[in-house]
């Protein structure tokens, strides 16, 4: 693997390069729904569970709901952060860690190597690249740190905004599933002395609490909780361009690097480059 083809996440504003479809997200959902599908279909009455006044109360105002506690920006990154689950890098953390200290290796080993000119083959990773960019100016140390960690809590709040919508989701859509079993019921009391009027009402009653459910717990809460692992997996990525990069910046021994950085990778994925 090249230099060029290191990349960050794409909620990091890497481009969505050397990325898979990830079959854990894709084969979870599928086969959730797939069984919740076949066990209707076994019942033989599948049209009796599908109700457009069920679906506009729940999905619609699930969406109607959430959107009113965040801004239209945050709801579009969360829509963007929702689409990149269904993928993941191949870039792991240890192919990172082992590309960073080559290069702390290379460049102290021939100083010219850090110019601009040699790190702009970074280019495909705009926090490596803009920080490797200072260490080429010059910039003081304690700058470049300012710098780093103020785009790593950029980042982190955008993945806390993600996260937090789709956390809201789940909790509204059963809610949503509640007022419209409400609405259902009331439907259905009402029109006692309609006999024709008392079917519908219940089914819109036990439907909207189904659809609730589904999206809530099999959709929303899922999707939250594959973000905060995505989050968690980001920010080591971005902490160990960090560190490599402020080592870079302060000369400092590679091997000095390479124990930092396996500090902040897992047993299993610790370097062993100098040994």
Same mark, same amino acid.
């Given at each position: 693997?090249?230099?060029?083809?290191?990349?960050?996440?794409? #909620? #990091?504003?890497?481009?969505?390069? !050397?990325?898979?479809?990830?079959?854990?997200?894709?084969?979870?959902?599928?086969?959730?729904?797939?069984?919740?599908?076949?066990?209707? +279909?076994?019942? !033989?009455?599948?049209?009796?569970? =599908?109700?457009?006044?069920?679906?506009?109360?729940?999905?619609? !105002? @699930? /969406?109607?709901?959430?959107?009113?506690?965040?801004?239209?920006?945050?709801?579009?990154?969360? /829509? #963007?952060?929702?689409?990149? @689950?269904?993928?993941?890098?191949?870039?792991?953390?240890?192919?990172?860690?082992?590309?960073?200290?080559?290069?702390?290796?290379?460049?102290?080993?021939?100083?010219?190597? !850090?110019?601009?000119?040699?790190?702009?083959?970074?280019?495909?990773?705009?926090?490596?690249?803009?920080?490797?960019?200072?260490? $080429?100016?010059?910039?003081?140390?304690?700058?470049?740190?300012?710098?780093?960690?103020?785009?790593?809590?950029?980042?982190? &709040?955008?993945?806390?905004?993600?996260?937090?919508? +789709?956390? &809201? $989701? #789940?909790?509204?859509?059963?809610?949503?599933?509640? =007022? *419209?079993?409400?609405?259902?019921?009331?439907?259905? +009391? *009402?029109?006692?002395?309609?006999?024709?009027?008392?079917?519908?009402?219940?089914?819109?009653?036990?439907?909207? @609490?189904?659809?609730?459910?589904?999206?809530?717990?099999?959709?929303?809460?899922?999707?939250?909780?594959?973000?905060?692992?995505?989050?968690?997996?980001?920010?080591?990525?971005?902490?160990?361009?960090?560190?490599?990069?402020?080592?870079?910046?302060?000369?400092?021994?590679?091997?000095?690097?390479?124990?930092?950085?396996?500090?902040?990778?897992?047993?299993?994925?610790?370097?062993?480059?100098?040994?």
């Amino acid at each position: 693997m090249s230099s060029k083809d290191v990349q960050i996440p794409a #909620a #990091a504003g890497a481009p969505i390069r !050397g990325r898979s479809i990830d079959a854990a997200t894709v084969l979870g959902l599928t086969a959730g729904f797939g069984f919740v599908v076949v066990a209707i +279909l076994i019942g !033989g009455t599948p049209e009796s569970f =599908i109700d457009l006044r069920s679906i506009l109360i729940v999905v619609g !105002g @699930t /969406f109607a709901v959430t959107a009113i506690s965040f801004s239209g920006a945050e709801i579009g990154a969360a /829509f #963007a952060a929702t689409a990149n @689950t269904f993928s993941r890098s191949d870039t792991a953390p240890r192919d990172v860690a082992l590309r960073m200290v080559r290069l702390a290796g290379r460049v102290r080993r021939d100083p010219t190597k !850090g110019t601009e000119k040699e790190f702009k083959q970074f280019k495909s990773v705009p926090f490596l690249s803009r920080g490797l960019g200072l260490v $080429a100016d010059d910039t003081a140390v304690e700058d470049i740190e300012h710098l780093l960690s103020e785009e790593v809590s950029a980042v982190d &709040r955008r993945h806390r905004a993600s996260i937090s919508i +789709l956390h &809201r $989701a #789940a909790e509204v859509a059963p809610a949503m599933g509640l =007022i *419209g079993t409400l609405v259902g019921l009331v439907q259905m +009391l *009402g029109g006692l002395n309609e006999p024709d009027t008392i079917g519908p009402g219940m089914a819109l009653a036990l439907l909207t @609490t189904f659809y609730g459910a589904v999206l809530g717990n099999m959709v929303f809460a899922p999707l939250a909780s594959k973000l905060e692992r995505r989050a968690v997996e980001d920010r080591l990525v971005l902490s160990l361009y960090a560190v490599s990069i402020l080592s870079i910046a302060r000369k400092e021994n590679p091997r000095r690097l390479e124990l930092r950085l396996n500090t902040m990778l897992p047993p299993q994925d610790r370097l062993h480059y100098f040994n």
